[in-house]
T-cell receptor, first 113, second 114 residues
Framework: DQQVKQNSPSLSVQEGRISILNCDYT??????FLWYKKYPAEGPTFLISISSIKDKNEDGRFTVFLNKSAKHLSLHIVPSQPGDSAVYFCAASVKTSYDKVIFGPGTSLSVIP | KAGVTQTPRYLIKTRGQQVTLSCSPISGHRSVSWYQQTPGQGLQFLFE???????NKGNFPGRFSGRQFSNSRSEMNVSTLELGDSALYLC?????????????FGSGTRLTVV
């Protein structure tokens, strides 16, 4: 039973264009959402997060949108750069259990120069 | 400051053997979580330790166990290895109650079971 889903295993985007990575969740108790980025042979690194009380959070080229009614979030990267090529994991947690974070299966993003 | 250190980086074991993986968290981080990463499954939560106590556990069989020492270092053990246990095992440390905000991951231990 996968509580956090990323239905696109891979995505290819031209350099300079927008990358949109999607994530769906099933547990309505989740109230904090995160995106992590992972390069090969390295551990994931935190990218951006959003609390359930917001519907948008921006950090430079990265913006996360949350649609609670649809239980959907998305990560927008504008403009995409070749260095953004990595696996992106969506993750979620419940406020009462901050130290149990559930990750999705990941989306491999390739940014083509 | 030093990051999260996982040892060894690579390991090859035979079916039926057991293995112990080690994780040294960032200084001051008292919570250590373990994840298994396999292709298509993403990061599957194994367990989380704080102050030498397991606080959260994922849906893995009892062959997977762990512990945490008084200096916050953690080990995980897998007994009676199966081919399907081949994966990247990641450890993440965080401050108390801030796993969602401040996970720092190690580079992982790549376990291959043959």
């Amino acid at each position: 039973d996968q509580q956090v889903k990323q239905n696109s295993p891979s995505l290819s985007v031209q350099e300079g264009r927008i990358s949109i990575l999607n994530c769906d969740y099933t547990n309505s108790m989740f109230d904090y959402f995160l995106w992590y980025k992972k390069y090969p042979a390295e551990g994931p690194t935190f990218l951006i997060s959003i609390s359930s009380i917001k519907d948008k959070n921006e950090d430079g080229r990265f913006t996360v949108f949350l649609n609670k009614s649809a239980k959907h979030l998305s990560l927008h990267i504008v403009p995409s750069q070749p260095g953004d090529s990595a696996v992106y994991f969506c993750a979620a947690s419940v406020k009462t259990s901050y130290d149990k974070v559930i990750f999705g299966p990941g989306t491999s993003l390739s940014v083509i120069p | 400051k030093a990051g999260v250190t996982q040892t060894p980086r690579y390991l090859i074991k035979t079916r039926g053997q057991q293995v112990t993986l080690s994780c040294s968290p960032i200084s001051g981080h008292r919570s250590v979580s373990w994840y298994q990463q396999t292709p298509g499954q993403g990061l599957q939560f194994l367990f989380e330790y704080f102050s030498e106590t397991q606080r959260n556990k994922g849906n893995f069989p009892g062959r997977f166990s762990g512990r945490q020492f008084s200096n916050s270092r953690s080990e995980m053990n897998v007994s009676t290895l199966e081919l399907g246990d081949s994966a990247l095992y990641l450890c993440a440390s965080s401050l108390v109650g801030q796993g969602a905000y401040g996970y720092t991951f190690g580079s992982g231990t790549r376990l291959t079971v043959v």
